[in-house]
């Protein structure tokens, strides 16, 4: 097979890449005023694969890294004020998770052990067309081996949220490959901003958990009674009182493994209640969920390690743009 | 917590439970389901349809056979 491939990047205007757990879209504006993208160039056209490789000068000259790739799904000319454009609206690989539907019924583990929440995961990505590659795993979604059942009709991102849902463990998109992060309170930064490279705009929120009691119920099948588990955040309960939810599994048949759900429910309270962005000048080696460092002294930061959530790449020759906004969330 | 519809392939007397199809689903059968004790088990005919409520929709052990019918 001979791969087609044609070279945009001189007539883009502007750009805006957004990557966020669950979310990727791309959208690039081509300069048409000459009526050259009237007739799209081969092989641009609906469902051709658009690759972003975002470029920047180092010490080295100008450099660019290969990035995200997306699908495009809709294109749109406008004109307005004498200037004509053309618009690529592209997804990444989560909008090809969300459109997927299972066509048929699996059941997982009914009578003995067969996958586990990881080869679970495994199964149903590569039915959707990606690969999984661990950057790093907990013990959990590696030992947990819960009867599940997924049903005709039901979407790829429901599923996966699901799955997820039942470890620390998350994901993130490049290509057709998934990457397995079990982010830890304990990971080093990979990088750091505020010094050598500048923060340009800023802003840290840090608010009250959502929750900070959690009951966990499952069912011990040999003793045939039901396991029930409090984890509790004292700290935001002396502050904040209780903000209990209840979270139900049968597939929970442990006091541990009750225990350990609880307490992945809490971190992630805690990780939401911390957010914020940083504006800096394009990073094209940042990915979601590495962990950074922050030395920011208008906000009275030194060293700060956050950990990245979000990544918008935006782009616009008009106004002289060419940033990145980084969303933060805690480690 | 979902409502669906089923067919009933089989039904266990022995621990009140059934086989059953999905709606939606082909060939595919769901064992070991739960049948509520307030259905007589001489009604439980296979290819009647099913009321299946699961209280969790991607564990086939929280599932519940509510009522059978025809149509």
């Known amino acids: 097979m001979i791969e087609i491939s044609v070279d945009l990047s001189p007539d ?3 750009l805006r890449q957004e990557t966020d757990p669950g979310r990727d879209t791309l959208i690039a504006e ?38 995200q790739s997306y699908t495009l799904e809709a294109y749109e000319y406008v004109s307005k004020g004498g200037s004509s454009s053309l618009f690529l609206y592209a997804y990444g690989g989560w909008s090809r998770i969300s459109r997927w539907i299972s066509e048929s019924q699996f059941r997982f583990n009914e009578y003995s052990d067969e996958m586990n929440v990881k080869q679970i995961l495994e199964f149903v990505l590569s ?17 947990f081996y819960p009867d599940f059942t997924i049903h005709t009709g039901i979407g ?3 599923v996966i949220r699901k799955l997820l849902s039942m470890a620390p463990d998350v ?3 490049e290509g057709d490959i998934a990457y397995l992060v079990n982010p830890l309170a304990s990971d080093t930064p990979v ?13 840290y929120r840090s608010s009250s958990w959502k929750l900070n009691r959690i009951t966990v119920e499952g069912y011990d099948t040999t003793a045939e009674e039901r396991i029930i588990k409090d984890s509790f955040a004292w700290e935001q309960i002396y502050e904040q009182l ?6 139900i599994d049968r597939n929970i048949s442990t006091v541990e493994d009750a225990e350990e759900r609880g307490e992945t429910y809490l971190r992630n309270a805690e990780s939401e209640a911390q957010d914020g962005m940083i504006s800096v000048p394009v990073n094209c080696g940042q990915q979601l969920y590495d962990v950074i460092e922050i030395t920011d002294k208008r906000a009275g930061l030194i060293e700060e390690k956050k ?3 979000g990544v918008r790449l935006i782009h616009n020759s008009r106004k002289g743009e060419y940033r990145q906004d980084l969303v933060l969330g805690a480690l | 917590m979902d409502i669906v519809k089923g067919i009933l392939n089989s039904f266990n007397t022995g621990n009140y439970t059934a086989t059953v199809q999905i709606s939606g689903s082909d060939k595919v059968y769901l064992n070991g389901v739960a049948v509520s004790r307030n259905i007589p088990a001489e009604e439980m005919i296979p290819g009647r349809s099913l009321v299946i409520i699961f209280f969790d929709e991607f564990n086939s052990k929280e599932a519940v056979i509510t009522g059978i019918y025809t149509q």
């Open chain 1, 307 to 309: 950990r990245i959530v």
């Open chain 1, 30 to 67: 081509l300069r048409n005023d000459d009526g050259r993208y009237n007739s799209l160039p081969s092989p641009l056209g609906m469902g051709c694969q658009l690759d972003v490789s975002p470029g920047y000068i180092t010490s080295q000259g100008n450099e660019m890294s290969s990035g």
């Open chain 1, 191 to 203: 990088y750091s901003y505020g010094q050598d490279h500048v923060v340009t705009e800023s802003r």
């Open chain 1, 242 to 247: 209780t903000r209990t939810t209840r979270l």
């Open chain 1, 171 to 173: 994901i993130f998109i």
């Open chain 1, 127 to 143: 039915r959707i067309g990606f690969r999984l590659e661990v950057v790093s795993e907990s013990s959990i979604i590696t030992g």
């Open chain 1, 12 to 14: 883009v205007i502007s």
């Open chain 1, 156 to 158: 790829g991102d429901i």
